[in-house]
């Protein structure tokens, strides 16, 4: 475990973002003594932090050196400059069924005009989507504008008033990081993106690459060729293909030394640890997949034990309840017990 919160996230190489509490309970299986503060010190105050929409077109909390080459590498996987297109996009996912018209409805003179006004007070002030639709007395879905202009990088999300739900004042971009400017092209930053994940992540198929970065399989191969005299081929007993990581982090491996104890970890919905990876039967030889997805396909909350899923758990009525697959040995079910009475007390004591 660590004990810097910006490290770690570095090291892990970012930090998955699809739900407000998610960040922050990655954060609490790898950073012994973790406080929520400290990552809301980071994201707020420091700034070394910073949370955009990146690879996949998913929400991200990202190390501000890693910034310029994401989103280099990925806006075009997301990003519209059309204010029209990307507003009619959402609102048709409210659109009425019964035949009458769209109550988001707005033509491109309204959007414009909005999105003219938005930036301008937000240029000034640091708002929520509650005081800005207050101050601007409209009847157009401000949110959907917001959330555009976020994901061009001319808003930012800024604070939010507690660190479990996801309710952000919203900010210029360049006033809350005016030093950042993206000068990488999408070839240069796709090659350090590439890197860094093989780096964190390895060993990694293809497949793993492609699905992480969302990149095409075409532009993958072409930067693994460049990367050939830093990286490393090999197989992986049980798996079929071929796996790849860094020379160096080979060398490493041979000298790997494993644990007396069992090593066990509670980890939140879609953590990196699971989603950085395409195939999920890599976390465990037994077929899970049906057990660890919901309807939608997002991983649930996992149990691990000696880096392979053993069960899911779940916060309710103020306890963490947890369900195993199969039974453990004596001293792996006791250290399960024990993380889940260390994890309920963490979110007892900060929700």
């Known amino acids: 475990m660590g004990v810097d919160v910006y490290q770690v996230t570095k090291d892990i190489t970012c930090l998955q973002a699809p739900s407000a509490t998610g960040p922050y309970l990655s954060l609490w299986a790898r950073v012994r003594g973790f406080s929520p503060d400290a990552l809301m010190k980071e994201l707020y105050h ?21 910034v310029e080459a994401t989103i280099a590498a990925t806006r075009d996987q997301f990003s519209n400059n059309d204010l029209a297109k990307i507003y009619h996009a959402m609102a048709r996912t409210v659109q009425k069924t019964n035949g009458e018209p769209n109550p988001f409805e707005a033509s491109e003179n309204e959007l414009e005009e909005h999105k003219k006004s938005i930036t301008e007070l937000l240029e000034r002030e640091c708002l929520t989507i509650e005081q800005l639709k207050k101050k601007l007395a409209t009847r157009v879905n401000v949110s959907y504008i917001i959330y555009a202009l976020c994901d061009s990088h001319i808003l930012i999300r800024g604070p939010t008033v507690r660190w479990d739900n996801n309710k952000h ?14 000068r990488m092209t999408k070839e240069e930053a796709q090659t350090v993106l590439i ?7 390895g060993p990694v198929s293809l497949e793993d690459i492609v699905w992480w970065t969302g990149f095409t399989r075409e532009d993958t191969v072409k930067k693994l060729k460049e990367l050939a005299d830093q990286t490393v081929e090999i197989s992986i007993d049980c798996f079929e293909g071929k796996f790849i990581l860094t020379k160096d982090h080979l060398a490493r491996l041979k000298l790997v030394k494993f644990l007396d104890e069992p090593l066990v970890n509670f980890l939140p919905s879609q953590d990196n640890y699971i989603v950085a990876y395409r195939k999920r039967s890599r976390h465990s030889l037994r077929d899970i997949y049906h057990k660890i997805h919901d309807r939608a396909g997002n991983v649930l909350p996992v149990v691990l034990v000696d880096g392979q899923v053993e069960g899911t758990w779940d916060y309710v009525n103020g306890k963490v309840e947890h369900t195993l697959f199969e039974k453990l040995d004596t001293g792996a079910d006791y250290a399960v017990k024990l993380k889940a009475r260390s994890l309920g007390d963490f979110l007892k004591a900060h929700l």
């Open 169 to 182: 004042r919203y900010t210029a971009w360049r006033n809350w990081l005016p030093g950042l400017t993206i």
């Open 46 to 66: 420091s700034r070394r932090l910073v949370k955009i929409k990146c690879m996949r077109g998913d929400l991200f909390i990202v190390p501000l050196d890693l």
């Open 195 to 201: 890197m860094n994940y093989i780096k964190t992540y």
